[in-house]
Structure formats: C-alpha cells, structure tokens
Nanobody, 123 residues
Framework: QVQLIESGGGLVQAGGSLRLSCAMSGRPFSIISVMGWFRQAPGEEREFVAAINWRNGSTLYGDSVKGRFTISRGTAERAIVMQMNSLQPEDTAIYSC???????????????WGQGTQVTVSS
C-alpha cells in the first residue's frame, strides 16, 4: 500500500552536489511521521544518513554527512528533499528513502522503503 519513490541520483565529481527527492503514497500516508535516507556502498553495511520529523521539524544526521547534507520537507504533503554538497568518493552508494514512526538511526525502526537511487562520486 505504501510507496516511496526516489529520484535525483547520478554521477558527479568530488566537490559537486546532488539533490535527492522522495515522495510517499498509500493509505498509511497520514500516520507516518518520520522520513529519511539510508545508504549502502558495495561490501559495506547500510548506513543512516538523515531523517526529518513532521511534527516538530527536527532533523537527525549521520556523523559522516553533518555540515554537508541538508534534509527538508518537499512541496508534496509527504515528500522530502536532501541536498548533498561537497560530495566525496566515500559518499558513493545506493541511497534509499525510508518511512516510519521513530526518528532513529537504526534501520529496524523504519517500516517502509523505496527502491533506491544510485549516487556515484568520482575522485
């Protein structure tokens, strides 16, 4: 019932920028209060990137992206945007949008996931 659709991935050189977007649809639409992003590079564990809470607007970031990435609400009722600046090769990964009810860095707290979008940063 719940669909999360990501867009905005691509290939950039180190120091460049990308903007990822995620839109949600489905019946649980109104009760999902947290949306965010995780990423997974080849051969590595899935890593928390950022999340935003609709009630209070609070944001949470992974340590590796603080000061470079910014998550915000999009124009749709349930949509998020993540601006990624100063991208580095270590940011290369598949980025997946996630939705849930608890703003947490643990992926187990998110029940709905998109298909993912590839971000590649060349050195």
């Amino acid at each position: 019932q719940v669909q999360l659709i990501e867009s905005g991935g691509g290939l950039v050189q180190a120091g460049g920028s990308l903007r990822l977007s995620c839109a949600m649809s489905g019946r649980p639409f109104s009760i999902i209060s947290v949306m965010g992003w995780f990423r997974q590079a080849p051969g590595e564990e899935r890593e928390f990137v950022a999340a935003i809470n609709w009630r209070n607007g609070s944001t949470l970031y992974g340590d590796s992206v603080k000061g470079r990435f910014t998550i915000s609400r999009g124009t749709a009722e349930r949509a998020i945007v993540m601006q990624m600046n100063s991208l580095q090769p270590e940011d290369t990964a598949i980025y997946s949008c996630a939705g849930g009810w608890v703003q947490n860095s643990n992926a187990l707290n998110y029940d709905f996931w998109g298909q993912g979008t590839q971000v590649t940063v060349s050195s």
